[in-house]
C-alpha cells in the first residue's frame, strides 16, 4: 500500500520529517511500492555536481507495478475508461486482465521487431487505450518511449525522432479532433523523409482514413498482435534506468529532451496521485490532458494505473458535438475527480452557464487545476459551477522537469487559496531568490522560484546533453534547481506561481519556446529577423505576438501575417501560431545585440508608457517607430 496522509496534522509532521530526514521519509515511501530487489541507498549526489540518484541499487519494472500487482485481488476493475470523439461510437473499457493481456501481446511484438532494452521508441498517438499498451509495453521491455503530441508538424516530429535516435515509430492512421480529421499517418510519412534510424513504423488503424504503406517498413497493428503470445515477464530494470524522453521547449534553441528515469519516477508519480487527489479504491478520476504532455503521463496513466485506480480516458475537444460535452461525460460516468488546465475553464466560462444546464455534476469530489496560473475568477466559476462549492480545488504547480506535482494543496486536507498553488509537496523545499541569487528568508517574498533539494521525481539530464541539463537548470543559482518561475509567498508561507520569467510561453497551457517561434518565422523568404513575445489573454493565458523586420517594403502585411501563421503552423504546429503579426523597421537591441523582449511586450500589452529606461539600447529611435505601430 502506497502511504496515505490524511489530516492537515499528519501533512505537517510528515512534511518536516521529509525535509529533515528526506532518506527515512522516502524509504518508508518506497516499501508500498513492488521491487524485484530492494534499494541499497534511497538518495544520492546533489545539485553541484548536479548527479542525484533515488534507490539505486534496486530491481523493478513499473508496467509490473501498474498492472501485475493489482491481478491478485484487483483483476477485473476498469483500468481504462476510453470516451471516443464522436459520443455515437461505442465507448470502451479495459479492465487490469485486459490491459495486462495487451501489454504482454504487445512487448512481445516490440520484441519481435527487435526492439531492445535502452531502445528509444517514438509513439505519435491520438488519444486511444492504445497509446498507454504502447508505453506500458515500452515499460516492460526496458526500451524508452518517446511521446510526441498529435498536434506537433512533421517537422517537430522528425527533429524529435532524430535527436533520439527512435528506432520505431508507432501512429494511427488518423483521427478526429471534433469534426476535423488529422492525418497522423501522412504527418509520419513526411517526417521519416528525413529520419533514417527508423526501421518500422507500426500503425493503428483508427479513423479508417485511406494511407500510402511503404512495403518492408510500415506494419499494421492487428495483424502483428493476431499470434502474438499474452505472457511476457516483465524484464528486470535497474532503478536509474531512463523510462522516458518528453521534449518540452526552454528559453533558447530547441526542444530539449528531458529524461526521466524509472524508481523515482514511479515513486513520486504513484505517491503523489494517491495524496494530491486524495484518490480513494472507487473513484473514477479524471484528467484532460493529452497524454502528449507530461500531465498525461504522470496522470492519465501512471499515477492512476500505480494505485489500481480508474482513469478515464478522453479522445475529443471540449466543445464537440457541443460545450456540454465534458459534464455529460463526468454524468455518464461518475467522475469523482477532474484534473483540467485554467484555459479550459475560462473558454466555458466564456460560453455563458447554458451547457450546464443538464449537468448535475453530483458525483465530483475533487477538482484540479494544472498548467498555468489560475486567475481567480476562473477558480471561483470552477468551484461554484462545477463544484457546487463542494468540492476541494487542488491548484497544482509543477513541469515536465519535475514528474510529478511539487506545490499544491492536498484535497480536503491542506487549506486552499484562490490562485494560490499553496504548501510544498512532502520532500519539495521551494525556496525564493533574488536576481543577485540571494535567497530571500523573509516569510513575506517576491522572486524567482527555485528548488532546494532533490526529489524522486525529478529528471535527472537532457538526452544526450548533460551539459545543457546543468546549464539550463543548474548555473543560474549554484547548488538549486532553478524553475524559471516567478512566485510570491505570503503570510501563511503559501506559495503563488506568477509565470514563466525567462523567454517561455504557455499559451492555452502549452509550453512554447519564443527561440522556436522566431526560427520558425524566421525561414519566411521576406523575413530577415524576428522576435517573438508574450502577451496576457484572456482565454488561452498568454498569447503569441511576432515582430518582423523584412527584406524589402510589405505591400500586404495582412498576407504577409497570414503566410508566417502558415509556416509556423508548418514548423511546428497550430498551437504555436502567433495572434499577431507586426512588420517592423528595427527591434530595440541592447549594445551586446540582445532583443529586449520586455519593451516590446510592454508596448504589445498596451502600456508603452511602461517601456521604463531606453539609455541603455543600441538604437532607442525603434521604439517611438514600434510605439507608432501599434497605435495605429
Ligand atoms: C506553468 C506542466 C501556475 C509554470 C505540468 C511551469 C503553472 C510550466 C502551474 C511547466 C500552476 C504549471 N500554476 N503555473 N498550477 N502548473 N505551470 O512543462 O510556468 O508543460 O514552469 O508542465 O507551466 O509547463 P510543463
Known amino acids: 500500500m502506497i502511504k496515505r496522509i490524511t489530516s492537515y496534522d499528519e501533512y505537517k509532521y510528515n512534511y518536516k520529517k521529509s525535509i529533515a530526514e528526506p532518506d527515512s521519509f522516502w524509504g ?3 516499501e508500498g511500492f513492488h521491487w524485484k530487489e530492494k534499494w541499497k541507498q534511497v538518495h544520492s549526489g546533489n545539485f553541484d555536481a548536479v548527479n542525484f540518484k533515488w534507490f539505486e541499487g534496486a530491481k523493478l519494472n513499473l508496467s509490473e507495478n501498474c498492472l501485475d500487482v493489482h491481478l491478485k485481488s484487483n483483476a477485473d476493475k476498469v483500468a481504462i475508461i476510453w470516451e471516443p470523439n464522436n459520443p455515437d461510437e461505442e465507448n470502451r473499457t479495459l479492465t487490469y486482465r485486459q490491459l495486462h493481456r495487451e501489454v504482454c501481446k504487445f512487448s512481445n511484438v516490440l520484441k519481435q521487431l527487435g526492439i531492445k532494452k535502452g531502445d528509444t521508441v517514438c509513439i505519435y498517438m491520438p488519444m486511444i487505450p492504445e497509446l498507454a499498451i504502447v508505453m506500458l509495453a515500452c515499460a516492460r521491455i526496458g526500451a524508452i518511449h518517446s511521446i510526441v503530441f498529435g498536434g506537433f508538424s512533421a517537422h517537430s516530429l522528425s527533429g524529435r525522432i532524430n535527436d533520439a535516435c527512435c528506432k520505431l515509430l508507432i501512429t494511427a492512421d488518423g483521427f478526429y479532433r471534433g469534426e476535423k480529421p488529422v492525418y497522423l499517418k501522412n504527418i509520419s510519412d513526411e517526417a521519416l523523409k528525413n529520419c533514417d534510424s527508423i526501421k518500422n513504423v507500426i500503425v493503428f488503424r483508427r479513423a479508417m482514413i485511406d494511407i500510402d504503406v ?9 495483424q502483428l498482435m493476431l499470434n502474438a503470445s499474452d505472457e511476457f515477464t516483465a524484464e528486470s530494470m535497474d532503478s536509474e534506468d531512463p523510462l522516458l524522453i518528453l521534449y518540452t521547449s526552454g528559453s533558447t534553441g530547441k526542444p530539449k529532451g528531458v529524461e526521466h528515469t524509472t524508481a523515482g519516477y514511479m515513486v513520486y508519480a504513484g505517491f503523489t496521485f494517491l495524496n494530491v487527489f486524495q484518490y480513494r479504491e472507487h473513484d473514477v478520476f479524471w484528467c484532460t490532458a493529452d497524454i502528449g504532455w507530461i500531465t498525461g503521463h504522470s496522470y492519465v496513466v501512471y499515477g492512476p494505473l500505480l494505485n489500481g485506480a480508474t482513469t478515464l480516458m478522453f479522445e475529443g475537444i471540449p466543445s ?8 455529460n461525460i463526468i454524468d455518464k460516468y461518475g467522475v469523482n475527480i477532474f484534473y483540467t488546465a485554467p ?5 466555458f466560462e466564456a460560453q455563458g452557464s447554458q451547457h450546464l444546464n443538464d449537468a448535475k455534476l453530483n458525483t465530483l469530489r475533487v477538482l484540479g487545476s494544472v498548467g498555468e496560473p489560475i486567475n481567480e ?5 470552477y468551484n461554484e459551477m462545477i463544484g457546487k462549492n463542494n468540492c476541494p480545488i487542488v491548484d497544482t504547480w509543477w513541469q515536465t522537469e519535475t514528474g510529478g506535482i511539487l506545490i499544491t494543496s492536498l484535497a480536503g486536507i491542506t487549506p486552499t487559496k484562490p490562485s494560490f498553488a499553496t504548501l510544498p509537496f512532502f520532500g519539495v523545499e521551494p525556496v525564493i531568490v533574488d536576481n543577485n541569487g540571494v535567497i530571500l528568508n523573509d516569510i513575506l517574498a517576491e522572486g524567482n522560484l527555485c528548488i532546494k533539494h532533490s526529489w524522486p521525481g525529478q529528471a535527472r539530464t537532457i538526452f544526450k546533453d548533460h551539459d545543457l541539463f546543468l546549464k539550463t537548470y543548474f548555473s543560474n543559482y549554484r ?3 532553478f524553475t524559471g518561475d516567478g512566485c510570491r509567498r505570503n503570510e501563511n508561507g503559501f506559495y503563488r506561481i506568477t509565470g514563466r520569467i525567462d523567454d517561455v510561453i504557455k499559451v492555452s497551457g502549452h509550453r512554447i519556446g519564443t527561440a522556436e517561434v522566431e526560427n520558425a518565422i524566421n525561414e519566411h523568404k521576406d523575413v530577415v529577423e524576428s522576435a517573438v513575445v508574450a502577451i496576457p489573454h484572456y482565454i488561452k493565458g498568454e498569447a503569441i505576438i511576432a515582430f518582423v523586420i523584412c527584406t524589402k517594403k510589405i505591400n500586404d502585411e495582412e498576407k504577409l501575417g497570414k503566410e508566417i501563421i502558415q509556416i509556423v503552423s508548418e514548423i511546428i504546429g497550430p498551437i504555436a501560431k502567433p495572434e499577431k503579426v507586426f512588420v517592423v523597421s528595427g527591434l530595440p537591441k541592447t549594445r551586446s545585440g540582445k532583443i529586449m523582449r520586455r519593451i516590446l511586450r510592454k508596448i504589445a500589452e498596451g502600456n508603452p508608457e511602461q517601456v521604463g529606461d531606453l ?3 543600441l538604437n532607442p529611435e525603434v521604439v517611438e517607430e514600434i510605439k507608432a505601430v501599434f497605435a495605429n
Open 28 to 30: 518508508e515511501v518506497a
Open 214 to 222: 511503404v512495403a518492408g517498413r510500415d506494419l499494421f497493428w492487428d
Open 320 to 327: 464537440y458535438p457541443d460545450w456540454s460535452r465534458w459534464w
Open 343 to 347: 484555459t479550459a475553464i475560462r473558454s
Open 377 to 381: 475568477e476562473a477558480w471561483k466559476w
Open 479 to 481: 547548488g538549486l534547481y
Open 615 to 617: 539609455s541603455t539600447l
